[in-house]
């Protein structure tokens, strides 16, 4: 368990940022994170295959760190082989969205919501990866600071079968909603640049059916429920902060990142309000940490 401690410990301070500290680091790790994988775990056994895990929350909500230290604990404490990989590495190219802008609506060309990602690339690679005759998989990289998805040669290559996938992604395991519900528009965005509702409604049937198709390969979903919406804005606005200090490639201004919130905000909503429909509630607090985790 030392091993694990210190391996974990390193995580989170290589995580942290002068702005934003982990709260109760070793608290967090002994009533949240082990007793969680250790039910994850006995899943896993009982079903005695390959176990896709699907974690859903908001931006910023931290999904990739949760990613990360689930892989931690099953890799030092269970032995066991995790691959994870996220929803946005399968966004489609800036060529193919630009062509969809052209066709379908301009908002299209904005990547983010369901009928911007390959979902054949995506629903392919995990057919793959569950193959009793495994063979090697690619899995693809998209690079946000270009807004386009990298050469072949550069994406993540997964030699051996995992034991569990962690698929991550703000939109995994979000339902469609009724076409009543789409009338009202929910900001300025959908009311001045989707009058029609061109945007909203290919969305919404995106979401009914290709991407429906992949969630049903998805065993359990964790959803990570924040406060409210305006914590999306925050912890978004602190993870693009984040990528400035690390990163000397593009990024996006708060203005900008404002209006890039507005693509995310009905699909968003709509998964934080029946959150009770997904199998493992993760609740996290004001001060970004695990609050409460529910069966």
Same mark, same amino acid.
Request: with cysteine; proline share 2%; aromatic share 12%.
């Given at each position: 368990m030392s091993k694990l401690k210190k391996i974990y410990l390193k995580f989170i301070k290589n995580?942290?940022?002068?702005?934003?500290?982990?709260?109760?680091?070793?608290?967090?790790?002994?009533?949240?994170?082990?007793?969680?994988?250790?039910?994850?775990?006995?899943?896993?056994?009982?079903?005695?295959?390959?176990?896709?895990? *699907?974690?859903?929350? @908001?931006?910023?909500?931290? #999904?990739?760190?949760?990613?990360?230290i689930l892989k931690i604990i099953f890799q030092s404490v269970y032995n066991l082989n995790v691959v994870i990989f996220s929803i946005d590495d399968f966004y489609k190219t800036a060529l193919e969205r630009k062509k969809l802008a052209r066709l379908i609506h301009p908002l299209f060309m904005t990547r983010g919501v369901p009928g911007t990602h390959d979902t054949k690339i995506l629903y392919k690679t995990i057919k793959n990866l569950l193959k009793k005759n495994f063979k090697a998989v690619r899995i693809p990289k998209f690079d946000k600071s270009i807004d386009d998805r990298l050469k072949t040669k550069n994406w993540q290559k997964i030699k051996k079968k995992p034991d569990i996938i962690i698929f991550e *992604?703000?939109?995994? @395991?979000?339902?469609?909603? #009724?076409?009543?519900?789409?009338?009202?528009?929910?900001?300025?965005l959908e009311k001045y640049e989707d009058t029609k509702l061109t945007w909203r409604k290919k969305v919404n049937n995106e979401l009914k059916t290709s991407y429906q198709k992949i969630y049903d390969l998805v065993d359990k979903i964790i959803y990570l429920k924040v406060p409210n919406f305006k914590y999306v804005l925050k912890w978004r606005l602190l993870q693009e902060k984040k990528l400035r200090l690390k990163n000397k490639k593009k990024t996006m201004s708060n203005k900008q990142i404002k209006k890039f919130i507005m693509f995310y905000e009905r699909v968003t909503k709509t998964m934080s309000k029946n959150y009770k429909n997904y199998d493992f509630i993760i609740t996290i607090d004001k001060k970004h940490k695990i609050k409460s985790v529910q069966y």
């Amino acid at each position: 368990m030392s091993k694990l401690k210190k391996i974990y410990l390193k995580f989170i301070k290589n995580q942290e940022s002068t702005s934003e500290k982990f709260q109760e680091k070793q608290r967090q790790l002994n009533f949240f994170y082990l007793p969680f994988c250790k039910k994850l775990f006995e899943l896993y056994t009982l079903k005695n295959r390959t176990l896709i895990l *699907g974690l859903s929350g @908001g931006q910023g909500s931290g #999904k990739s760190t949760i990613s990360q230290i689930l892989k931690i604990i099953f890799q030092s404490v269970y032995n066991l082989n995790v691959v994870i990989f996220s929803i946005d590495d399968f966004y489609k190219t800036a060529l193919e969205r630009k062509k969809l802008a052209r066709l379908i609506h301009p908002l299209f060309m904005t990547r983010g919501v369901p009928g911007t990602h390959d979902t054949k690339i995506l629903y392919k690679t995990i057919k793959n990866l569950l193959k009793k005759n495994f063979k090697a998989v690619r899995i693809p990289k998209f690079d946000k600071s270009i807004d386009d998805r990298l050469k072949t040669k550069n994406w993540q290559k997964i030699k051996k079968k995992p034991d569990i996938i962690i698929f991550e *992604g703000w939109c995994v @395991g979000a339902k469609a909603q #009724k076409q009543k519900e789409l009338i009202k528009p929910l900001n300025i965005l959908e009311k001045y640049e989707d009058t029609k509702l061109t945007w909203r409604k290919k969305v919404n049937n995106e979401l009914k059916t290709s991407y429906q198709k992949i969630y049903d390969l998805v065993d359990k979903i964790i959803y990570l429920k924040v406060p409210n919406f305006k914590y999306v804005l925050k912890w978004r606005l602190l993870q693009e902060k984040k990528l400035r200090l690390k990163n000397k490639k593009k990024t996006m201004s708060n203005k900008q990142i404002k209006k890039f919130i507005m693509f995310y905000e009905r699909v968003t909503k709509t998964m934080s309000k029946n959150y009770k429909n997904y199998d493992f509630i993760i609740t996290i607090d004001k001060k970004h940490k695990i609050k409460s985790v529910q069966y």
